[in-house]
Structure formats: structure tokens, C-alpha cells
């Protein structure tokens, strides 16, 4: 059907020279809709095999293949329309539409603002519009007129698109090579979250430094001429960022070393929670009251760090209870065991325990040895349910918990003295 445009043409007259331009436009809007439809087919059927690339690009999977379908068959249109004419570039700049909201929508699959995705999208329209409409040479010099010069420099607008365009591709590439490694990594079978999380890191360091390099040859940069300036501003971030990347050496010693991991549950000075993640400045730790603490990387490893689940996730919890010294032991010891049985979270094995610790100035003095294996879920909440428990159990059973006893003993007052000056 196509190879017979430039004779379906001939015989549609077009004597105003309007006829062909709204057949052009009819045909792009025609085969648009077409991608649409197809579109609105095929993505329900990709989304299980594209789940792995994260939900903003399911979410947008729909509107990209529409814009991808678009340009494909607007693009081949445009390959068998006669050449300069009016159809012609009707058709190229429905192309261009399609492949810089295409761009625009991968783009912001990746979390790209859309003012840093707007230069790479509007060159690309710019390039495909030009380029069907007499070459891309006439624009380019045209955009390369337009500038200022700063002493032996010469800033045009083609070079300023052409670096923010750059930039941008370089930054989504990065992107897109940080997704696709974070989620090969994750579904290796061969490695624990920790090596995981070391993979990851250190995959993304190697891809930044790889973007950069091959930035400043795209961009054609001499790193020459910044040699002794690079010098002087290397030596002065040394000095100070050295904090910055003492913290980062430190994340990635804390990952090969294995000390903490995502998921511990950790103690540092007054911070008490599980580490959420591990950064590259500083590890995440969330308390039980839902606050966030920031820890820099260094103060783990250089002050003293309890780790409850290092090597073990079982944590014992002591649970200190009197009871009065008329009340029976063994009953009472009993009830203590059973309460701690009823909670949930407290393991069958090893088995709650009781022991009698000292004998206190008004009660006896026990203490009930209860283990979990969740101690993200929190320590004090394991402790009111089982005193809760036993408070019920102890009232049923006529155990009491003695108030604290006093006992004072009053000195009798001494006798008056004898009033001399009333004798005569």
C-alpha cells in the first residue's frame, strides 16, 4: 500500500496546494490513534515481564509504547512521502512529536525533572523536524550563530543544547545502568543482602566514573588544560571533604566487613532502632518511635556499638517482679512463667524462665527471663504484656504486690523542768 503513495497522490487533485498537506495530517493523526489502539492491547500483557524495572515504568509503559508505535509508523510514512513537499514535513514533525514526548516519558521513568528532560527532547524534535525538512546543516548553523564570545572562547546556543542534551542522556544512562544492576543484584541468588548492598555501591561508583569519562570525550574536554588547577582544587577537597570520604570508606568497610547490616538491630550511644540502610555517608537507623537517625559512617566504627542480632537474633528481656513474703513462692513463680507463655512474641525455646534474685525491704524480689526473636518490633512492649498478663493472674490468685513498708519509731518526750521561780 505504501510504495503506491506517490501515485494515489497524482490522481488527488490539489490545486490550492491544501489537499495533500490534510491528507499528510490525517494519515499522522490516523496512524497515531492506530499506535494507541495497539498500545492499549500489548501493555497489560507486558506488565508481569516489566515489573522488574520499577512501578514508575509500569505506570508509564502504555504511554510509551504508544509514542514508540506512533513513531515507527508515522516514521515509515514519512520514508515513502514524496520529499519536499508539505505532507513531507507535516509528517516529520508528527515524527518529531512522537519521539520527543517518547524521550520525555522514558525520561521521567528514570526520576528526571522535566525541565533537565526538556533540552534533550527539544533537540531531538529539532533534529528530526530539520531533517525532514531539508537536513539538519541549515539549523545547525543557524544555532551555531547565535552566541557570545569570552576571550578565545566562542559559547553558542548549538554548543549550550548540545551539552544539556549530553548531560541529560549521560544522567539517564546512569540511571537506567544503576536500575538494571540494582535489580540483577537483587535477584542473584548467590549473595546476602549485605554483598548485595556492597555490589550495588560499588557497581554505582564504576558506572558515575565511567559516565564521566566518556562525557568529557563526547563533549570533548582537555583535561590538559586543567591540570594544575585540578591540582590545587584536588588537594583543597581533600582537606575538606576528608570527613566525607572518611564516611564513605568507613560504609564500605562496614559491608565488607559484615559487622551491621540492614535489618540489625543496633545500639549507639542513645540511638536505639534497626538499620533501615546503609549509606554512603551515613547509616539509617529508625527507633521504635518511628524517628529517623542519621549516623555517620565513622562513628560506627570507632565507638563502642551494641549489635543484638550480629550473630544471633535472639535477645533475652528481664522483666523484674516483687511480690510480698506471705504470699506463696512457688504459686507465684508459676503464674510468672505462664503469663510470659502467653505472650506471643516471647519463644518456646529456650523457655521463659523465673528467678529469685534478693530479698527486698518490703517484697521478694524475682526476675522473669523471657527470649524473642524480633527485636525490631521493640523490647518495652514485650514487658507490658507480660506485666499485664501477670497483674490479671496475680488478682485472680490473691497474690499481692506489697506497697513499700516504713517502719518509725517515735522517742518519748522528755519530762518538763521544774519551774524554780514560782518557789517563795
Not at 82 to 96: E, F, K
Request: include cysteine.
Amino acid at each position: 500500500m505504501m510504495p503506491g503513495i506517490d501515485w494515489l497522490l497524482a490522481h488527488v487533485p490539489d490545486d490550492s496546494g491544501i489537499i495533500h498537506p490534510l491528507i499528510a495530517l490525517a494519515l499522522a493523526l490516523l496512524l497515531h490513534l492506530a499506535a494507541a489502539g495497539f498500545a492499549r492491547f500489548i501493555a497489560p500483557r507486558l506488565h508481569p515481564r516489566t515489573h522488574v524495572m520499577g512501578p514508575a515504568f509500569t505506570q508509564r509503559l502504555r504511554a510509551m509504547l504508544r509514542y514508540a508505535l506512533s513513531a515507527l509508523l508515522i516514521g515509515i510514512a514519512t520514508a515513502f512521502w514524496p520529499h519536499d513537499s508539505v505532507g513531507h514535513l507535516i509528517l516529520g514533525i508528527g515524527l518529531g512529536l512522537s519521539v520527543a514526548l517518547l524521550a520525555a516519558y522514558a525520561l521521567r521513568t528514570l526520576a528526571i525533572p522535566r525541565w533537565a528532560a526538556l533540552p534533550l527532547a527539544l533537540l531531538l524534535f529539532l533534529s528530526i523536524v530539520s531533517g525532514t525538512s531539508g537536513g539538519l546543516a541549515p539549523v545547525g548553523a543557524m544555532l551555531d550563530t547565535v552566541g557570545i564570545s569570552l576571550g578565545k572562547r566562542r559559547i553558542t546556543l548549538l554548543g549550550l543544547l548540545s551539552i544539556a542534551a549530553t548531560c541529560v542522556a549521560l544522567f539517564a544512562l546512569v540511571r537506567l545502568a544503576n536500575r538494571l544492576i540494582g535489580r540483577s543484584i537483587d535477584h542473584t541468588d548467590g549473595f546476602d543482602p549485605t554483598q548485595k548492598l556492597l555490589a550495588q555501591k560499588l557497581a554505582a561508583i564504576a558506572v558515575i566514573v565511567a559516565a564521566f569519562f566518556v562525557g568529557v570525550d563526547l563533549l570533548g574536554i582537555d583535561l590538559t588544560a586543567f591540570a594544575v588547577f585540578s591540582g590545587a582544587l584536588g588537594l583543597a577537597i581533600g582537606f575538606g571533604l576528608q570527613k566525607t570520604f572518611g564516611n564513605l570508606i568507613a560504609g564500605i568497610i562496614l559491608l565488607m566487613d559484615r559487622s551491621i547490616k540492614p535489618g540489625d538491630v543496633i545500639v549507639v550511644g542513645d540511638s536505639f532502632g534497626w538499620v533501615n540502610k546503609i549509606g554512603v555517608r551515613a547509616v539509617s537507623v529508625i527507633t521504635r518511635d518511628g524517628k529517623e537517625h542519621l549516623i555517620p559512617n565513622e562513628n560506627l566504627m570507632t565507638q563502642e556499638v551494641e549489635n543484638w542480632s550480629y550473630s544471633d537474633r535472639n535477645v533475652r528481656v528481664r522483666i523484674p517482679v516483687g511480690v510480698g513474703y506471705d504470699c506463696d513462692l512457688t504459686l507465684a513463680q508459676s503464674l510468672m512463667r505462664q503469663a510470659a507463655l502467653d505472650c506471643q512474641r516471647v519463644l518456646r525455646e529456650p523457655e521463659p524462665n523465673v528467678w529469685l534474685i534478693g530479698f527486698g525491704d518490703s517484697r521478694v524480689d524475682h526476675e522473669i527471663l523471657v527470649w524473642i526473636s524480633d527485636p525490631e518490633g521493640g523490647v518495652s512492649n514485650v514487658k507490658s504484656d507480660v506485666l499485664n498478663r501477670l497483674w490479671h493472674l496475680f488478682r485472680d490468685e490473691g497474690i499481692i504486690i506489697p506497697y513499700p513498708q516504713r517502719v518509725i519509731h517515735a522517742a518519748p518526750m522528755p519530762s518538763p523542768a521544774p519551774d524554780l521561780s514560782a518557789t517563795p
